[in-house]
């Protein structure tokens, strides 16, 4: 399904970010403490583990906006005239309304 590709395109960018970020400022932070070893080797786990949270977060975000605007929560399609039953796209159980 398209939408289960793009929550593993929010968690995967989530992590590369902030695995990246991560190196950076473990990188800068090492270099002013001089425990660069240490910011090395933690920068880019903790990086890794803020943007996974945020990647989540936003996926959730999303869900919420799509059941707001009447749309399947799984795949996006408009339930807009359905009174509950099966989303007619990906067959999720949709939301009485
Ligand atoms: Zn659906």
Known sequence: MAAERKDAIYI????????????????????????????????????????????AGLMAKREEAAARAGCCERCGYSLEGLRGG????CGAKAAAR
């Open 12 to 55: 995967g960018t989530g992590l590369a970010l902030g695995a990246g970020v991560g190196t950076a400022l473990g990188s800068v932070v090492g270099a002013v403490t001089g425990d660069l070893a240490l910011w090395v080797a933690m920068g880019p786990s903790l990086g890794a583990a803020v943007g996974l949270a945020i990647g």
């Open 86 to 89: 099966v989303c007619p796209e």
